[in-house]
């Protein structure tokens, strides 16, 4: 399972950067995916924010072009999410997965902006 952490409790406009590792089963096949964040807010179901290949190509949701910025390092098989100018509709559960995502979740890391 990826573990997201990062998350925390941030005023609207604020900033937070989510890391995921990934698991020693996987280190050997990292580079081969593309990775992903994903996002669940209450009541809503699960929604892809942004992704990254391998060369570091990138593609978001709508919702967060320009504030939110995803990485990657695969020396260190790590996936990152930079979160700016953040609103209170970010407020989610973030996860990172492969795109399409692997069968397992791992628990997310909470983010909650207040207005």
């Known amino acids: 399972q990826l573990q997201a952490s990062g998350g925390g409790l941030v005023q609207a406009g604020g900033s937070l950067r989510l890391s995921c590792a990934a698991p020693?089963?996987?280190?050997?096949?990292?580079?081969?995916?593309?990775m992903a964040w994903y996002r669940q807010a209450p009541g809503k179901e699960r929604e892809s924010v942004a992704s990254?290949?391998?060369?570091?190509?990138?593609n978001y949701a709508d919702s967060v072009k320009g504030r939110f910025t995803i990485s990657r390092d695969n020396s260190k098989k790590k996936v990152y999410l930079q979160m700016n100018s953040l609103k209170s509709e970010d407020t989610s559960v973030y996860y990172c997965?492969?795109?399409?995502?692997?069968?397992?979740w791992g628990q997310g890391t909470l983010v909650t902006v207040s207005s």
């Open positions: 997965n492969a795109n399409p995502p692997w069968n397992e």
């Open positions: 020693r089963t996987i280190t050997s096949v990292f580079n081969s995916y593309v």
């Open positions: 990254i290949t391998f060369s570091g190509a990138t």
